[in-house]
């Protein structure tokens, strides 16, 4: 039972290892040719957005929401594809009984 509760303390050592190592990480997303960039750190918090003048014009609002979610998107998937090897990176997860 020790030790289990110990696996569990060093999963949760190694999870918040993890996160402080990823909230060091940042990648930057774009849509729209370019005229809309998103900026997200590796605990996937949005820390920027940028929107070219040109699409703050009212009648192309339904193209600016189109590109942020779609930056968002972009953002994401490179940013899950970082998490992953910084898990790699530090041994992956340990083997726990009982969990696999």
Do not use: C
């Not at 940013?79 to 083997?95: H, T």
């Amino acid at each position: 039972m020790l030790n289990k509760l110990k696996q569990f303390k060093d999963l949760r050592d190694q999870a918040k290892s993890m996160q402080n190592e990823l909230e060091k990480e940042s990648i930057t997303a774009s849509a729209a040719g370019g005229k809309v960039t998103m900026t997200m750190n590796g605990n996937l918090q949005m820390t920027g957005i940028a929107i070219d003048d040109e699409l703050l014009d009212a009648s192309k609002k339904d193209k600016l929401q189109e590109a942020i979610k779609d930056a968002h998107k972009d953002a994401i998937k490179q940013m899950q594809r970082v998490m992953a090897m910084k898990m790699k990176e530090m041994g992956g997860l340990p083997n726990i009984p009982g969990l696999s």
